[in-house]
């Protein structure tokens, strides 16, 4: 048995500057994953020059070039549950949110032409059994209560979009779609670094004071930071010692032949979640013969100082 990312599988990761000595920038954001490159991106948007990004191992080694790579705007929570939470505005309000990270990805790719193996496809949210149809039909209806275009299966239509008569039915919605994330992350770094921001990498910060972030070799100081770091943060005193990252991620991808793959998704591509496990596939590596399939459990995996990163396991 083999632990690998399947996403980082047989690539080269070129090797980058680290900090080294002492440097003055405008900007340093600290953590080169999505969230920091995101960032990064948009100040150079908007004309902010001088940027550096730390990273303490290599862009994309943390959980961004690890994920699945299913972008949708669901979460834990649906639209069903927000609304209960929250009211109608602001279940719309944090929506529109989540969609809008969505929409800026997919911008990005364009903008940047970047090559990640972008797949528009569908989402299913899937009853796992048809005791939970109600919920399904719940978080349809409220889709359609907050103006969101929605699609609702009953046990008996599902077989025709996913090839199973194991389901309870499902809800399909649009404008999602998946990625290879680790090469959109790779890619996106480089097309920064191309436009001037500074992208050191194995360049752990170990210590931040008010315009001053250190690492064991170096020292930057700039007069705006931004952190976009993940549970890792309270290691350098920006968070709470006490926080804890309470979900964990399983990416299990396999070999599986065309037939399968095609008898299972007959006609669009789609991703799935099921309601109790959060289990997800998707067909997006079908060309490959690859399925990935992720899924979260409600136990917490990881302690402070504590990390268990989520590794791809073949055979
Ligand atoms: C297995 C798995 C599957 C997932 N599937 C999906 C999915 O299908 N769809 C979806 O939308 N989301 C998914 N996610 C979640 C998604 O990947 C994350 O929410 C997102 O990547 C977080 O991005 P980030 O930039 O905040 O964090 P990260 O990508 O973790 O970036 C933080 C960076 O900070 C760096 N860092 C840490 N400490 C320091 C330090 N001291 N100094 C400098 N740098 C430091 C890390 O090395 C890392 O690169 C998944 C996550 C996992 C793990």
């Known amino acids: 048995m083999r632990h690998e990312v399947f996403w980082q599988r047989g690539k080269a990761i070129g090797a980058r500057d680290k900090l080294a000595g002492s440097l003055s920038a405008n900007v340093v954001i ?3 994953g999505v969230a920091g490159l995101t960032v990064a991106d948009e100040l150079v948007r908007r004309g902010v020059e001088d940027i550096v ?33 929250f009211g109608d505005d602001e279940a719309r309000m944090l929506w529109d949110l989540a969609q809008g990270g969505c929409d800026s990805i997919r911008e990005t790719i364009e903008r940047y032409k970047i090559e990640c193996g972008y797949l528009p496809a569908d989402s299913l949210y899937i009853a796992s059994d048809e005791s939970s149809f109600r919920v399904i039909e ?22 025709q979009v996913i ?12 404008q999602t779609f998946a990625i290879n994330s680790f090469d959109y992350v790779r890619a996106l770094s480089d097309r920064l670094a191309d436009r001037g921001v500074r992208i050191l990498e194995d360049s752990a910060v ?39 990252h309470a979900q964990a991620f399983l990416m299990i991808s396999e070999p599986l032949d065309r037939k399968f793959s095609t008898r299972s998704f007959p006609t669009a591509p789609s991703s799935s979640g099921t309601r109790i496990s959060s289990i997800s596939i998707s067909d997006s590596l079908r060309t490959d013969g690859f ?3 992720a899924g979260s459990c409600r136990e917490p995996t990881h302690a402070r100082d504590e990390m268990t990163w989520p590794r791809c396991i073949t055979s």
């Open 291 to 293: 399925w990935s399939v």
């Open 53 to 85: 990004v730390l990273e303490a191992r290599f862009c994309g080694a943390g959980a961004s070039g690890r994920s699945s790579g299913f972008i949708t705007p669901a979460s834990e929570l649906g639209v069903s549950e927000l609304r209960r939470r």
């Open 138 to 159: 719940e978080e349809h209806q409220a889709r359609l209560a907050l103006g969101y275009a929605s699609r609702l299966y009953d046990r008996s239509d599902l077989p």
């Open 30 to 32: 600290i953590g080169g």
């Open 206 to 244: 170990t210590a931040v004071s008010q315009d001053e972030v250190r690492t064991r070799e170096g020292v930057v100081r700039a007069r705006s930071l931004f952190f976009c770091l993940d549970h890792a943060a309270g290691s350098i005193g920006i968070a709470p010692g006490e926080t804890y």
């Open 163 to 174: 090839g199973s008569t194991s389901y309870g039915g499902a809800v399909r919605s649009g």
